[in-house]
């Protein structure tokens, strides 16, 4: 009988999931469907899609007693559908993102309840997406106890920067109890990492900048296609201008927030973290399609200092790197908004960025190449994959193998 494996992300309202058929080691994974329940708290919605992207499920979820649709139903919901489709596989592991992992989880782990513990710790690192990540994996525990669940964490492919990267100047007392740069979206990172050689040829393994541009967003410079810098820090709210979140801000700001203005934590938590970034500049949305279509002057100086963040920082990662030969742009904004690539492009032409307006503009699917031939930096388009990521760790954790398995081609 053939085993499946089922990847979860969870957030705050929403579920996203793919499920994939166990390939043989070194063999490719096959995606079979993924999907999403949508409107948790809400009105919930079950939607799936099969291979080829064909929509296999769209339908609402009836909830009967409670009014709001907890974890445990949702999973319940969607591993009732699963077992109706399953087409004679079983399900062999469930694989998670989990978005911190602190000092501690450097690989890939199966989930304990000792570990469920430990990673409770990270939460206050991470509020928008750790108590998600964590109660998905107790709901599907307590659904079904025996079934192994694998956390794979966004921190993880930042640990190879060097020192200063992820020092903070802070005494030394402070950073030995973990206060150091940790870096996120490492699981979106990594899958590009290990596809960039089919695309880049031998500069991928040279002075490389991804820009992950979702409804979080941060910049990694690569080396190797190792991660040697990233905008994101100690906690997941540092870098870049977001859909909610402020990016970096002066920390006075938080002490005259606290003690001049007399702000509880709580409250500078949700304003920091909910709050801010587009939402909070433009007045109007965190959504990028929304403030892009707004012609009100705060929706543009929100998408121009949205801009001036991303333009500045990347100045920033390739002093890093000492200059730049690529830059990737990937996620729901940097994969569909061409807008938004040319005028980041356009601040970038010091650094020898040169974007061919043409191949910007066409809505094509998969990676393209969108820089001209002439450009020092070759700018790429490439759709990010941490679901596939987040299997193929799951399978390597489940088979003993050593993670990143990509680098010697595995799945
Ligand atoms: P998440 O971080 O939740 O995975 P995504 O990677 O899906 O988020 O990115 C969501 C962001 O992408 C939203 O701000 C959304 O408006 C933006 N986006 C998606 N499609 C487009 C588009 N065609 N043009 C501009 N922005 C887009």
Known sequence: MTQALLVINSGS???????????EPGSALARIANGRIEGIGGKPRLLVWGQGGALLEDRRISISSDPVLGPEEAFEELFDWLGR?????????VGH????????????????PEILAQLDAFTPLAPLHQPHNLSAIRAIASLLPDLPQVACFDTEFHATQPWVAQACALPRAITQAGVKRYGFHGLSYEYIASVLPDYLGPVANGRVVVAH?????????MRNRRSIASTMGFS???????????????PGVVLHLIGALGMGVQAVEKLLYEQSGLLGVSGISGDMRTVEASDTPEARQAIDLYVYRIAQQLGCLAASLGGLEALVFTAGIGENSASLRRR???????????????????????ARCISTPGSRVAVWVIPTNEELMIARHTQAVLQGREAHDWRGGGA
Do not use: I, Q
């Not at 309202?13 to 390939?23: C, P």
């Not at 993102?97 to 304990?112: Q, S, Y």
């Not at 979702?214 to 410079?221: E, K, T």
């Not at 997941?236 to 002066?250: A, I, Q």
């Open 13 to 23: 309202s929403s579920v996203k999931f793919a499920a994939y058929d166990v390939a």
């Open 85 to 93: 489709h399953a087409a004679g596989r079983t399900l062999g592991a």
């Open 97 to 112: 993102r989990v978005v911190h992992g602190g000092e501690r989880f450097a690989r890939p782990a199966l989930v304990t």
């Open 213 to 221: 541009l979702g409804n979080g967003a941060s910049l990694c410079a």
């Open 236 to 250: 997941t709210l540092d870098g870049l201008m977001m859909g909610t979140r402020c990016g970096s801000l002066d």
């Open 344 to 366: 980041v492009c356009e601040d970038a032409a010091w650094l020898g960025v040169a974007l061919d307006v043409d191949a910007n503009e066409a809505h094509l699917p998969g």
